[in-house]
């Protein structure tokens, strides 16, 4: 059973930093993309950042490309989401994501965690 397990969560000041964290289990690397997708109060939900499952290539959206970078821990099964420089309009629950590709919508979604920037 394919399941995704989020964690690293947290308040943190603006100007901080995070790393999440995403186990994956149930499939193999070559099947799924792994994406972030965050939901603020309010707001729509957002594809923040991918890793392809195809060349390991990794896409962000123009609000979080140069700040957050997303990476694979191959012997951990984990995706990592790095943010860096994080705003006060960051703040939202955070969603790790497994599909087909980076531009195709996901088909298995991890439990959320939360993500606070505030001073």
């Known amino acids: 059973q394919v399941q995704l397990v989020e964690s690293g969560g947290g308040l943190v000041q603006p100007g901080g930093s995070l790393r999440l964290s995403c186990v994956v289990s149930g499939f193999t690397w070559d099947d799924y993309a792994i994406g972030w997708v965050r939901q603020a109060p309010g707001k729509e939900r957002e594809g923040v950042a991918c890793?392809?499952?195809?060349?390991?290539?990794?896409y962000y959206t123009d609000s979080t490309k140069g700040r957050f970078t997303t990476s694979r821990d191959f012997a951990q099964n984990t995706v990592d989401l790095q943010m860096h420089s994080l705003k006060p309009e960051d703040t939202a629950v955070y969603y790790c994501a497994a599909g087909p590709g980076c531009h195709f919508d996901y088909e298995y979604w991890g439990q959320g965690t939360q993500v606070t920037v505030s001073s």
């Open positions: 890793i392809s499952n195809r060349d390991d290539g990794t």
